[in-house]
């Protein structure tokens, strides 16, 4: 049976064909995950547990295709760890949540489940691959409400619970190979021009700007901009 996928679905297929480390970018047709059943082989599997859950899994036609991509005759970079990046930029659809460990497994039932999209990926005329995603009920809207409601009145329980506090000031993206050569005295060059703002994230979410200063000889930050919900999820 095919199932059509949601618009959820079909946007994290194309969010993980953005980061999938292929030659060319891949393409994503809806195929039956029962008629796969018997010809997959190891898949990468993880679990997102958000707004919206779901249960993920790629599986390679050809997995030592991803070898190249973890460079010559190193062990410190599984397979698992390459299609990573991937996978979480697939899970960035669902909104505010948690990405499991990616983990290989057999992932056979989740393909032939009734409720899994399955999408064949393609590139030069050949499979290259399959892409499975599952989407979980977190329950009804009722349900929802009362648990906002029980837990607004339990939020002064934890008030004196310590959270992460970073300070971002730039990223970038470099292939494993790169990442495997650095030595000491190598320069990486980040996304930002000096004097941007900095990013204050909680808990690895961005909720507010500020500027690098220095107290006292230590770094610090001041804060410039305060983010509302919306505007830390954009």
């Known amino acids: 049976m095919t199932v059509a996928p949601t618009a959820l679905q079909t946007d994290a297929v194309e969010a993980l064909l953005d980061l999938l480390p292929t030659t060319t970018r891949l393409r994503a047709k809806v195929c039956s995950g029962a008629a796969l059943v018997g010809r997959l082989g190891p898949a990468a599997v993880a679990s997102f547990v958000g707004v ?15 070898d190249s991509a973890s460079g010559p005759e190193s062990g410190l970079v599984s397979r698992q760890d390459v299609l990573r990046p991937a996978l979480e ?27 899994t999209s399955v999408f064949e990926l393609t590139g030069d005329d050949q499979v290259t691959g399959w892409f499975a995603v599952r989407l979980r009920d977190n329950g009804g809207s009722g349900e929802a409400a009362r ?28 292939s ?12 990486i060059e980040l ?8 990013d204050v994230m909680l808990n690895g979410r961005l909720i507010a700007h500020g500027e690098i200063v220095v107290v006292d000889q230590d770094y610090a930050v001041r804060i410039t901009q305060i983010l509302d919900v919306a505007e830390s999820l954009t």
Do not use: Y
């Open 176 to 187: 494993v190979r790169d990442v495997l050569s650095l030595e000491p005295g190598a320069v």
């Open 52 to 66: 919206t859950s779901a249960d993920l899994a790629i599986v390679l036609a050809d997995p030592a295709s991803l």
């Open 89 to 115: 930029s697939a899970a960035g659809v669902f909104g505010i949540g948690v990405l499991g460990d990616t983990r290989p497994g057999d992932a056979t039932a989740l393909f032939a489940d009734d409720a």
């Open 147 to 174: 648990a906002a409601q029980s837990v607004a009145g339990k939020l002064g329980r934890i008030n004196s619970v310590q959270m992460a506090l970073t300070v971002e000031i730039g990223h970038t993206r470099m």
């Open 191 to 198: 996304d930002r021009s000096a004097g941007t703002p900095a």
